[in-house]
């Protein structure tokens, strides 16, 4: 078993603790570094609300980049079980037939706590995904890539998941963890194009990220529909092929 394999679904954060989507042994939406602040009269992450603010008025596309404020303890202590428990489940049965009772029996929490933090299990693996994408971007970063989107350590993390990426995409759950992937890879593009490109029309760098995004987050259902068959890194450079193309018609699009 290789590294990718180890860890459940996202990089080692600096400490080496693993974090996003999922984890058996780690904790799934980087709560030591870039989870978010849970607070309102709803319930609901301020973050969470940032995101749907922006899905609706195109905010999102505007090049401000979605800052994840830290958590205390507690609360990452209890999203970690939340984390653990998904996984421990995913693997060993049916992914749509997880009841929430199963889910918070099996991370030893109660139903007001799960509550206080996620609407549904949909929505914990939603949320979990697009944070780990943003944790994928930021090792793109610091590893001094100049990808538009984080798509050799999102790749390599599916592939190295491949038993509860599998039972994912057997879910009715695939398809809503999929949008809520590409709403957040569409940001990043739109960043990262507003930063290298700030001369290109903002509708134009607007309509580039959504092809950006939409084509990888395509990709990668494409890959799981087949069941992860043929090599990620076939995907990765298919997608960098693809993307350098758009970015040089981009810059003839100012």
């Not at 949320?127 to 100049?146: K, P, T, V, Y």
């Not at 739109?190 to 930063?195: D, G, Q």
């Not at 990888?216 to 043929?230: E, K, N, P, S, Y």
Request: proline fraction near 4%.
């Amino acid at each position: 078993m290789n590294r990718h394999q180890a860890d459940i679904g996202q990089p080692a954060d600096d400490q080496g603790h693993g974090s996003g989507f999922g984890g058996v042994r780690h904790l799934a939406l980087q709560v030591r570094l870039k989870a978010c602040r849970w607070h309102g009269s709803r319930g609901k992450p301020a973050v969470a609300r940032r995101v749907g603010r922006d899905r609706d008025n195109g905010a999102g596309m505007s090049g401000n980049r979605v800052e994840l404020k830290p958590i205390d303890h507690r609360a990452a202590r209890t999203r970690g079980r939340l984390s653990h428990a998904l996984m421990t489940l995913g693997t060993v049965e049916n992914f749509d037939r997880i009841r929430l009772g199963d889910l918070i029996r099996t991370a030893r929490i109660g139903r007001s706590t799960f509550y206080a933090h996620f609407q549904n299990k949909d929505d914990l693996v939603c949320r979990a995904f697009s944070d780990m994408i943003s944790l994928c971007e930021r090792r793109n970063r610091e590893g001094g890539r100049n990808d538009c989107l984080p798509v050799e350590p999102l790749v390599l993390h599916v592939a190295g998941q491949r038993e509860f990426a599998l039972a994912i995409a057997r879910s009715k759950t695939l398809a809503p963890m999929l949008a809520a992937g590409e709403d957040r890879l569409r940001i990043i593009a739109n960043t990262n194009l507003t930063a290298a490109s700030p001369q290109v029309r903002p509708e134009v760098r607007r309509q580039a990220a959504a092809f950006l995004a939409g084509g990888l987050m395509g990709q990668i259902r494409v890959w799981l529909d087949a069941g992860l068959t043929g090599s990620p890194e076939t995907l990765i450079d298919t997608h960098r092929t693809l993307a350098a193309a758009t970015l040089s018609m981009l810059g003839s699009n100012r």
